[in-house]
């Protein structure tokens, strides 16, 4: 008699198109559902861009109020309501670390045998917001049964480098479909096509219009581009709250005829094809899957040196201060312009460095049905 997969909850802020929520999908998509089943705990009653999809596989979202601060009392009292409610988990896996402080031991004290913080990203926000982040993190390593990372970086910034020396955080590949974004020649003409950009230089973005994006900056590399270069032309993918932001910033250097904000799109792999460099100056990251998917299809790369070297999966990707004046980014666009432009597919080095997610999904399999960390579980545990 067959059994019942096990259920795994994750707790994420939203079901939206986003980093860490295009992670878990691409992981839920290549799981094997008889045996593993993943559920979702988001912090929102909206329902979000992935919301029909995850029902469609055969997993429940469910939702609690987001933490504010002051709401403490309330949210606390949310979680345990949940969980006294849904206490057959067999893990709870949280890819949300500032609150994870919070949800987890209320998970194990409801019963649910193993609980995992997982640290995706490098910074926090400005200001008080990101102050209060940091201290409501920073017991999180003493309250978790696993402490996962995707970067050394974000291990740092999460657990500090004492938890990583003692071998107690562990990496996890920001694992993708490589295959998905293996480069297509004809795609790459549909798409420019569809755009009106065939004979345009396109500079590509994907990601959410937020601070550590950095988009300011990335419109000021453009416009020294666009002054040795007429054809340039900036192709954002994204949506978020500084978006209306950086429109203006763009209409103030007269470029709107040339910066085209595209919003989010599932099928965002066609896009990467159009485009002929990536750039990418954010101001922290945990590991940017958006960086192995450009590479995956052959594009170049010009990244923030305040994103993790462990990025580089090939030999697309260089690195630049953000602290330079935005003419020396442009300068070497311009001067790697042609070679740019022969292209071939990578996402065969993607998958071999480990980074497929169907290797991936096979592991994480492993892990949830084992109640543990089998041998071959992760790629390798940090060790710096």
Not at 36 to 52: A, M, N, P, R, W
Not at 283 to 298: D, K, R, W
Request: with cysteine; proline share 3%.
């Amino acid at each position: 008699m067959q059994k019942n997969p096990v259920r795994v909850l994750n707790v994420l802020g939203t079901t939206n198109l986003g980093g860490a929520e295009s992670r878990v999908m691409e992981l839920y998509r290549a799981m094997d559902k008889s045996k593993v089943q993943f559920d979702f705990l988001i912090h929102t009653d909206k329902e979000g861009q992935y919301s029909e999809e995850i029902r469609s596989l055969g997993g429940r979202i469910y939702g609690v109020p987001r933490f504010r601060g002051v709401n403490l009392p309330e949210y606390k009292k949310a979680l345990e309501h949940f969980f006294r409610e849904h206490g057959d988990y067999a893990a709870v896996h949280g890819h949300m670390t500032s609150t994870a402080s919070f949800y987890l031991p209320i998970a194990k004290k409801a019963g649910i045998p193993m609980t995992i913080a997982h640290a995706r990203s490098a910074g926090v926000d400005k200001g008080f917001k990101g102050f209060v982040t940091r201290v409501v993190r920073y017991p999180l390593k003493y309250r978790a049964d696993y402490c996962f990372t995707c970067s050394y970086e974000a291990g740092k910034a999460v657990y500090g480098k004492n938890w990583i020396k003692k071998g107690k955080v562990r990496t996890i590949p920001n694992a993708i479909d490589a295959q998905r974004f293996a480069y297509n020649r004809a795609v790459r003409a549909q798409v420019r096509d569809e755009l009106g950009l065939s004979d345009r230089f396109i500079i590509g973005h994907v990601g959410r219009f937020g601070f550590m994006k950095n988009h300011q900056y990335l419109v000021d590399i453009f416009a020294e581009l666009c002054k040795v270069r007429e054809d340039a032309a900036l192709v954002l993918i994204g949506k978020g709250e500084l978006e209306q932001e950086i429109k203006e910033k763009v209409k103030a250097l007269n470029l709107a005829d040339k910066v085209y904000f595209l919003g989010n799109h599932f099928d965002v792999e066609r896009y990467y094809q159009a485009f002929d460099y990536f750039v990418f100056p954010s101001t922290f990251e945990g590991f940017p899957g958006s960086v192995a998917e450009a590479q995956a299809s052959g594009l170049p790369c010009l990244v923030s040196d305040k994103v993790t070297r462990e990025a580089a999966l090939t030999d697309l990707a260089a690195y630049r201060s953000i602290e330079e004046p935005a003419s020396l980014w442009a300068q070497e666009i311009q001067k790697n312009a042609a070679k740019a432009l022969e292209r071939k597919d990578r996402s065969g080095e993607i998958a071999a460095k480990g980074f497929d997610v169907r290797q991936q999904a096979a592991l994480m399999e492993e892990f949830y049905t084992g109640g543990g960390n089998p041998p071959g579980f992760v790629t390798k545990q940090i060790n710096r």
